[in-house]
């Protein structure tokens, strides 16, 4: 017999009853009942129960042990019996009677249980992440996040791209985030920097020739943490394609998201094809570039019924309304608890108004509206007895944003949102630049090696402000799970692009000199786009933060909290690497980062 195990703990059944076994694993639980204590026994394959007699040197030895101690066990299957079955375990016909016991690894007490998911706080649980990902759910996690990615590389190949790695060391670059560096030894004085995307070596393999890539690929920021982005490290599905227009990367790529949604989405139903929603269109609607499309409510603008009004708190401001049918007949409470959200989110109050069985307006701002303004209301809203309707005012982006949370609350609350779905979109028609409203500077709004629409003449010819990019970004949920564009490849427009962001000839072939010297040798129109597996995971697990899917993740300051990274560098390293720390007082400079 092997020296640990003829079995694993998840593979036993009926038919196994009276085999001698032997079994390696951790003790997940005891219990004891009238001196007959009844073990689980747990790998990674799965639970099976072990049984030590009152007097045996098995219960003995079994007694003793703390939770988590590491044991091979030898015994024999036994049937559990009809009325003790545990059907909700694969091994729940069987039990293992133990006849000798050998501890192979010692526990120490426990800093937090494993065998329930207690409330234990994160930091503790990322300093004992060894521990935290014995648990079933964590364990789980990674485990779907494996096959998801067996079953990506699976796919992509199936659908005719080819992996290829790309280097991790590479040279900085102004993508939108700080970069990691690394000092160079041999080159004193300057650094690596630990890629922000595959970007630019991804359209050199295009050029190159390669027409189909694709990489499961490491991404290094140094962003801020949120829920869902992890500080420090991620991964992507990195893609890009030769000859291209934006419907050939979408196609692929909805195919590839249907697929896994539906192998791996527990049974939730994903709908498809996925609508393309322009972004402006996006904001007016949803108040967000990332809509949740669970939520069946639509906002619509109404600036221009408002724009000469006597009602001071809409005068002048871009005004929202949110119609939501079949929820005038709900008690106040109901009104001033999405009053109370929206204050959450950054109003000052929410307004409305209620449509009674007369279809007359009543509400805290009834009074405050003319028979015209509640005639085109009506008929702008598309209003009926039983609706009701709430009102955002302020700034654009202020208002999008708020209003844009109230409509998911707002469908959340009055039974107009989806559950068990996957609901997809694709965000299109970004525009290409961006006014910094400080400084009144023009600057990309997205990704600077994006094709802008019309090509020079429309970067020649039109504002800034009006020209769209042929960018687009994958929504699924309320979560953007990558951006993509199709990638200007001719150096003229590149140059002009970026004049116009205000970066000169010299500095674009400075921060760009490998790609740009590329461009002039016959390049192809190519496009991608870099779906995120962490996030990927994160919805099929149906966790609420990334870092639940992520087998080491930092927290939420960028700190390793099991092996102490970041740590401190000897001064013999320092100066082997030529560099000098300074320990003074420091004023960083504003960062801003793009999109």
């Not at 639509?298 to 009004?309: K, P, Q, R, W, Y």
């Not at 390293?573 to 960062?591: D, M, N, Q």
Request: proline share 6%; with cysteine.
């Amino acid at each position: 017999m092997h020296r640990y195990r003829s079995h694993t703990c998840g593979e036993l059944r009926a038919t196994d009853v009276g085999s001698d076994v032997r079994l390696s694993g951790w003790l997940h639980n005891r219990r004891d009942l009238g001196g007959i204590l009844f073990i689980d026994l747990r790998d990674h394959y799965g639970l099976v129960q072990l049984v030590a007699r009152p007097g045996t040197a098995a219960n003995e030895a079994l007694a003793k042990l703390t939770k988590e101690t590491v044991v091979r066990v030898d015994g024999k299957v036994v049937s559990r019996g009809a009325d003790n079955v545990n059907p909700e375990l694969p091994t729940g016909e069987i039990e293992i009677e133990v006849e000798t016991v050998e501890v192979l690894g010692a526990a120490a007490p426990l800093p937090f249980t494993i065998n329930t998911d207690d409330g234990v706080n994160e930091e503790r649980r990322l300093e004992y992440r060894f521990l935290d990902l014995r648990r079933e759910r964590m364990h789980r996690n990674i485990m779907l996040r494996t096959a998801v990615i067996a079953a990506i590389r699976s796919k992509m190949t199936a659908l005719g791209f080819n992996e290829l790695a790309t280097p991790i060391l590479a040279a900085t670059s102004p993508e939108g985030a700080r970069d990691f560096l690394v000092p160079s030894r041999l080159h004193p004085g300057k650094f690596y920097a630990l890629p922000q995307a595959p970007q630019q070596f991804k359209q050199l393999l295009m050029i190159a020739g390669f027409d189909r890539y694709f990489q499961i690929a490491p991404c290094f920021r140094d962003e801020d943490a949120r829920a869902d982005r992890s500080p420090g490290e991620f991964y992507q599905l990195d893609i890009e394609m030769s000859f291209v227009e934006q419907e050939d990367v979408f196609q692929p790529v909805e195919k590839l998201m249907t697929e896994l949604f539906e192998e791996f989405g527990g049974g939730r139903h994903v709908t498809s094809p996925f609508p393309r929603i322009p972004f402006r269109e996006a904001m007016v609607k949803y108040g967000s570039d990332k809509p949740d499309l669970r939520a069946g409510l639509e906002l619509v603008d109404i600036t221009d019924v408002f724009a000469d009004s006597a009602f001071k708190a809409f005068a002048g401001k871009h005004v929202r309304a949110l119609p939501v049918p079949g929820t005038a007949g709900r008690p106040r409470k109901f009104f001033d608890g999405l009053g109370d959200y929206a204050v959450e989110q950054g109003a000052k109050g929410l307004a409305w108004v209620r449509v009674g069985e007369d279809g007359a307006l009543t509400g805290p701002i009834a009074k405050f509206l003319t028979e015209d303004d509640v005639k085109v209301l009506t008929e702008r809203l598309g209003l009926a007895a039983g609706h009701a309707v709430f009102f955002g005012a302020g700034e654009f982006d202020e208002v999008s944003k708020i209003m844009g949370a109230v409509r998911v609350e707002a469908a959340k609350r009055a039974g107009h949102f989806e559950e068990n779905v996957f609901r997809f979109c694709w965000i299109v028609d970004f525009p290409m630049y961006e006014k910094d409203e400080e400084t009144g500077r023009i600057d990309f709004s997205h990704n600077p090696f994006s094709m802008p629409q019309g090509g020079l003449e429309a970067l020649d010819t039109q504002d800034p402000l009006d020209i769209l990019a042929w960018q687009y970004d994958i929504v699924c949920n309320g979560v953007e799970l990558s951006s993509g564009a199709i990638r200007n490849h001719e150096p003229d427009v590149m140059y002009r692009a970026f004049e116009i962001a205000g970066y000169d000839k010299e500095t674009v072939e400075k921060e760009f000199a490998g790609m740009l010297r590329a461009f002039h040798y016959g390049a192809p129109p190519h496009g991608g786009i870099a779906p995120g597996v962490d996030r990927i995971v994160m919805l099929l697990a149906d966790e609420p933060n990334i870092r639940e899917t992520i087998a080491f993740p930092l927290n939420g300051n960028a700190q390793d909290l099991l092996m102490g990274a970041p740590t401190e560098v000897d001064e013999a390293r320092l100066k082997e690497l030529h560099i000098s720390v300074y320990r003074g007082p420091f004023t960083p400079t504003p960062y801003k980062p793009t999109k």
